[in-house]
């Protein structure tokens, strides 16, 4: 440190942000360095081994605490961001407070009685089964003994398929695609297959012995192939008969019969193999695991479950060591009403587990509820104590004292609140400021008006035959409507009238821009047509690709009486014939300005030209006029316009120019004017 700076006695100066402030500036900072520097100095053999282990140790919880405090820090952050808001506050309190207790007590109930019922439903499945198996296996022994009586022991084969088919009678009808087949012993010890299951997808043939398993007969589902049976298959005989009849009911017709006697519905969704180490399950699609759905036979909702029953496998592929048995899972649908028409008692070990679970999960709810109810207290009166305080200061500032301020009481949307209310009381100067502030740009905006009105021609036309009066009323203090008269020679006269798209200063500048430019262009062509194609080379090179104009252009020649037009897109020139015709339209095609950058507005454009008789009316105007719209959202039209004209067309132009805006100001009935208005009325004298 300097010398100086000592005998001043002057602080020495801050650390710099980041890792060396950390590690020199904060406790655990310090404490990381020590312990840094205890590990690194253990190499070098300054201290006992003992010593170095401790110090692993002192990192370890180190990192362990920091972890925690990160932790802690992180998610007071997340609360105060969660909590910001007093919606939020109030949302989660409704929440903890009524909606969730609710909805977990519900939860549970629904839970408990879906695992219940589930259980049920499988017992169900498998004493149907059972049933189903003890049947098949009680038809395999009698047609066992009927073939045991014969003389010879060792029937014909016509004899044995009589036999077979008459012990299958019963079943038959009940168990569609139910079959048998007889096996008899070789000398060679296997066994001759005598008739044939039908729908067994693995048929054992001659000279195959029967499964291992099949030495004390059976009763239960079997596995033959890729496919499931319930099978019975007879027992030995005392009297020494050597063969055998096994019964296959297809698992399709088991399951059927099933959903006849209990209502369950029942199908084969899954499958496993039976390979040493593995098992492999066959997914069921999306639409199989849906927990809820409608079941086919009414509009009632049924629930899944699945039901894992034991199984045989026909022939097993030789391992060389034994291997599981094949799992049967068969995906139930039940309802409530299936189980209550078939009672039955759950006996296995996991409803024990089951009703334990539901314990667990009736301790967890009500701890939540405890949880819930004491956060949406303290919530609630964070809020309230809150308001209050607003509550308190806002009474202040009625009686005048702009200067109380509110205690901040929680960095949330309250806090920021009480913040806003003192910023509030200590801001009303620069209110006062603003709003000066605002009637002087309305002033500049006022200004801005005069001048784009003066931009618009001033005084009578002067050319002998024609009497011209014009209107524009902007709908903002500066609008884009544009019309203008410019004498060409002793004998010509070029009107036009505009609309640029928008409204505004934006608007106003592009008017500003097309008086220039059609003062210059009126010298050049003579022809309109000529004359709006040049304009829209020029005004579509730089505009805006938003921006556009319409606008109608008009060329009078009083000594060959007539008056040659065209139209970039604006409204029809609505022409009243001296002779008592009505009113027609003056509408030749043409696109709007700066719209179009490519060859089609040439092409399109056309111009059209007119004979002018002494009497005649022309009105060119602005969509301001046709568009007024009243409450009722109707819009006052051209017609109406044709209407007016019609009516009062023998009036002076200045009278009629004010007769059609009475017109259409009483049509609005006190609506606001969304548009520029602007027109030109032209009468032939």
Same mark, same amino acid.
């Given at each position: 440190m300097d010398t100086k700076q000592l005998a001043s006695g002057s602080p020495p100066p801050p650390l710099r942000a980041g890792p060396l402030r950390f590690l020199l500036g904060t406790k655990m900072g310090l404490l990381l360095l020590a312990l840094l520097v205890l590990r690194f100095v253990r190499p070098w053999g300054l201290l006992p081994e003992a010593i170095d282990r401790w110090v692993d140790i002192g990192l370890v919880i180190y990192a362990i605490g920091y972890a925690i405090v990160f932790a802690i820090r992180g998610l007071s952050t997340l609360r105060s961001r969660l909590l910001w808001r007093i919606r939020r506050k109030l949302i989660i309190s409704y929440l903890l407070i009524g909606l969730l207790p609710t909805v977990l007590i519900l939860f549970f109930f629904l839970l408990s009685a879906y695992l219940v019922f589930g259980q049920v439903s499988a017992y169900i499945l498998s004493a149907s089964l059972a049933k189903t198996g003890s049947a098949a296996a009680r038809a395999a022994d009698l047609a066992t003994a009927d073939l045991s009586r014969s003389e010879t022991g060792q029937a014909a084969v016509a004899e044995i398929e009589r036999i077979l088919s008459k012990r299958l009678e019963p079943l038959t009808p009940l168990y569609p695609g139910t079959s048998a087949a007889y096996f008899g012993r070789q000398g060679s010890g296997a066994y001759t297959l005598v008739g044939k299951a039908s729908d067994l997808a693995v048929s054992p043939q001659n000279g195959e012995r029967l499964p291992e398993w099949a030495s004390q007969g059976y009763q239960g589902l079997l596995l033959m192939g890729d496919q499931y049976f319930v099978a019975g298959l007879s027992q030995p005989q005392p009297n020494g008969t050597d063969f055998r009849v096994l019964v296959t009911i297809p698992m399709e017709s088991a399951l059927r019969r099933v959903e006849e006697e209990t209502g369950l519905e029942a199908q084969e969704v899954l499958s496993s193999t039976g390979d040493p180490g593995t098992i492999s399950v066959d997914v069921p699609s999306p639409s199989d695991l849906d927990l809820l759905t409608a079941s086919p036979n009414d509009s009632s909702f049924s629930l899944r479950w699945a039901a894992l029953v034991e199984t045989r496998q026909w022939h097993k592929e030789p391992t060389g060591e034994s291997s599981p048995e094949p799992l049967g899972i068969i995906l139930l649908r039940f309802s409530l009403s299936d189980i209550y028409r078939v009672v039955a008692t759950n006996t296995l070990q996991l409803g024990r587990a089951i009703l334990v679970l539901l314990g667990i999960l009736a301790a967890l709810f009500l701890a939540i509820e405890v949880l819930a109810v004491f956060v949406g207290l303290v919530l609630a009166r964070s809020i309230t104590g809150s308001i209050h305080a607003l509550s308190q200061a806002t009474d202040q500032v009625r009686k005048g004292d702009f200067g109380h301020k509110v205690r901040v009481r929680s960095p949330d949307q309250l806090g920021e609140l009480a913040g806003s209310f003192n910023l509030m009381t200590a801001s009303i100067q620069d209110l006062l400021k603003q709003s000066a502030e605002k009637e002087r740009l309305e002033e500049e905006l006022r200004i801005a008006r005069k001048i784009q009105m003066s931009l618009l021609p001033k005084g009578e036309v002067e050319l002998p035959g024609l009497t011209v009066a014009a209107l524009c009323l902007?709908?903002?203090?500066?609008? =884009?409507?544009?019309?203008?008269?410019?004498?060409?020679?002793? +004998?010509? %006269?070029? !009107?036009?009238?505009?609309?640029?798209?928008?409204? =505004?200063?934006?608007?106003?500048?592009?008017?500003?821009?097309? +008086?220039? %430019?059609? !003062?210059?262009?009126s010298r050049i062509y003579q022809s309109p047509r000529q004359l709006l194609i040049d304009a829209n080379k020029i005004l579509g090179a730089h505009m805006d690709s938003r921006s556009f104009i319409t606008m109608s252009y008009a060329v009078i020649d009083t000594g060959m009486r007539t008056m040659t037009y065209a139209r970039a897109g604006h409204n029809p020139i609505l022409h009243l014939s001296r002779h008592g015709q009505g009113t027609r339209a003056l509408a030749p095609d043409g696109l709007a300005l700066a719209l179009d950058r490519s060859g089609r507005f040439e092409q399109i454009l056309a111009e059209e030209s007119v004979t002018l008789e002494p009497g005649d009316l022309f009105l060119f105007f602005t969509d301001g006029l046709s568009e007024a719209m009243n409450p009722h959202a109707d819009l006052f039209g051209e017609s109406r316009l044709r209407e007016v004209l019609e009516r009062h067309g023998e009036l002076p132009l200045l009278d009629l120019r004010e007769r059609i805006i009475d017109e259409i100001f009483t049509f609005m009935e006190g609506e606001d004017q969304h548009d520029d208005m602007t027109m030109v009325l032209l009468r032939v004298t």
């Open positions: 902007p709908a903002t203090e500066v609008g =884009g409507d544009y019309y203008d008269f410019i004498s060409l020679d002793d +004998k010509r %006269l070029a !009107l036009l009238i505009a609309d640029v798209s928008g409204k =505004g200063t934006s608007a106003a500048l592009y008017m500003a821009e097309l +008086k220039g %430019l059609i !003062l210059s262009l």
